[in-house]
């Protein structure tokens, strides 16, 4: 079974705190004057791509508007450097290359199959659900009530979504590291634009809507950090409804190569 992972939500508060201390050339009006190196041409399918992971960069208080989040200067590929070591493990071309592949291969929705799974096989789902959390701490070594609760908010979210119910968390983040990569330097433009809309053209028949992406976002979210998803869901909503929102893009648009 898996470990507590609630350091990784105090690592999250501590880095967007150094994020917004250290700042990044691009976000906000304080923003140092810097040489752009490169720029992304803002078209509706670079905007589909953002909008994949606009509560991310929302989060950062970066823009959803930059493919990226950030401006590609010298200073945004060293800060997004250092967020990829510390995060992913990743820096350079090869750990970059092989964390994309796990995530598309794997990601965490192979983990919360695995689990699901194996409770589904010892007979979860002919328990009530006031009777699961018991369950478990008489059969599983979990560690504690929490965990119980965990577990069988994870098995009612397989049971109303199926085996793929996090997958959108996977999807997201993949198209995500492919903004990254391109401000760390570590893929060149056309490389990393070329592979989002290979997994773009991938994810659109999975989702009936923004909406139902997002859904599976915020689930695989509660799933990877154990903790609620309702921020992330404010901000989505808040996101929406602004003028310049990426979701304004048809979902089901035509996802074409624009550069």
Not at 12 to 28: H, P, Q, Y
Request: proline share 1%.
């Amino acid at each position: 079974m898996r470990k507590n992972n609630k350091w990784r939500n105090m690592f999250a508060f501590c880095m967007i705190l150094v994020l917004g201390l250290t700042g990044v050339s691009g976000c906000g009006s304080n923003a140092k004057e810097e040489e752009i190196l490169e720029m992304v041409e803002l078209t509706d399918t670079i905007r589909w791509f953002n909008a994949s992971y606009a509560i991310l960069t929302e989060t950062n208080n970066w823009d959803y508007n930059l493919f990226g989040g950030l401006q590609n200067t010298e200073s945004n590929q060293k800060t997004v450097r250092k967020l990829l070591d510390e995060w992913w493990g990743v820096t350079d071309w090869d750990s970059a290359d092989s964390t994309l592949e796990w995530i598309k291969d794997k990601g965490h929705r192979a983990d919360f199959a695995r689990i699901v799974r194996s409770l589904e096989k010892d007979g979860m789902s002919n328990l009530p659900e006031e009777e699961r959390e018991a369950f478990l701490l008489e059969h599983y070594d979990i560690g504690g009530d929490d965990r119980a609760h965990l577990y069988v908010s994870w098995y009612k979210m397989y049971e109303e979504y199926g085996i793929d119910a996090i997958t959108g968390w996977d999807c997201c983040r993949a198209m995500n590291l492919l903004g990254y990569y391109y401000i760390a330097g570590y893929y060149s433009q056309e490389e990393a634009l070329d592979i989002s809309l290979e997994i773009a053209q991938t994810i659109q028949p999975l989702f009936d809507s923004w909406d139902g992406l997002m859904d599976s976002y915020l689930r695989g979210y509660e799933y990877w950090s154990e903790e609620s998803s309702s921020a992330r869901k404010a901000l989505y909503e808040k996101i929406k409804s602004r003028e310049d929102s990426p979701y304004q893009v048809d979902f089901h648009m035509a996802l074409e190569k624009t550069w």
